[in-house]
């Protein structure tokens, strides 16, 4: 059974950091390309982040420069460095796995249950 767990979201002050992980259970994740959504309230679920299978990384104009997404030695755990967050950032954070080179979050097959980040003062 495949499943995918976020953690690390929480509170934190405009221009701090978090850093959110993403494990896999039930799939190799150097055989799948990882990507990192977020949904705000009200709004619909944006894609901020890709690691493809051999490495090659995407990034949102939103969070570029600021997010840094990697994949651990031990291809279990996909990790997503948040840097100078800002109020616009709060949102719910998932991570979803997709075979290939998923252009649309439409081609992602498993979806975590998200964790949550507001960023607040």
């Known amino acids: 059974q495949v499943q995918l767990v976020e953690s690390g979201g929480g509170l934190v002050q405009p221009g701090g950091s978090l850093r959110l992980s993403c494990a896999a259970s039930?799939?190799?994740?150097?055989?799948?390309?990882i990507g990192w959504f977020r949904r705000a309230s009200g709004q619909g679920r944006e894609g901020i982040s890709c690691?493809?299978?051999?490495?090659?990384?995407y990034y949102a104009d939103s969070v570029k420069g600021r997010f840094t997404i990697s994949r651990d030695s031990t291809q279990t755990t996909v990790y997503l460095q948040m840097n100078s967050l800002k109020p616009e950032d709060t949102a719910i954070y998932y991570c979803?796995?997709?075979?290939?080179?998923?252009?649309?979050?439409?081609?992602?097959?498993?979806w975590g249950q998200g964790t949550p980040v507001t960023v607040s003062s």
């Open positions: 039930g799939l190799a994740l150097d055989k799948y390309a």
């Open positions: 690691i493809f299978r051999d490495g090659r990384t």
């Open positions: 979803a796995a997709a075979q290939g080179e998923p252009v649309t979050q439409y081609e992602y097959e498993y």
